[in-house]
Nanobody, 126 residues
């Protein structure tokens, strides 16, 4: 089974950018559909973005469409989330996720996902 380690979070001013990374080990990442979710303080976990195993299809939450970009480098077994034009409401712990099911990684709450990173905190100041 795959293990995921997410990183790249930090403190950034509104309008700034960050790139999150998620390194996979234990299995080949290309076998999995992948995604990013976030949990803001006092809120439920929510879907941010997902990508199919092949990388041919990408999905985004409306709140991040046009600002965030998900990508993957299967040769490096690494998943990325480029976040631009960050807003204070993007503040959250961000989690990478992987599953054999595309439905799981595109589910609004990610309740069916089997593999998770431990999360990386993104704080956007106004």
């Amino acid at each position: 089974q795959v293990q995921l380690v997410d990183s790249g979070g930090g403190l950034v001013q509104a309008g700034g950018s960050l790139r999150l990374s998620c390194a996979a080990s234990g299995d080949t990442l290309s076998r999995y559909n992948v995604g990013w979710f976030r949990r803001a303080p006092g809120k439920e976990r929510q879907f941010v973005a997902a990508m199919s195993g092949s990388g041919n299809s990408a999905y985004y939450a409306d709140s991040v469409k046009g600002r965030f970009a998900i990508s993957r480098d299967n040769a490096k077994d690494t998943l990325y989330l480029q976040m631009n034009s960050l807003k204070p409401e993007d503040t959250a712990v961000y989690y990478c996720a992987a599953d054999r099911s595309i439905a799981a990684v595109t589910d609004p709450g990610g309740s069916q996902i089997n593999y998770w990173g431990k999360g990386t905190l993104v704080t956007v100041s106004s």
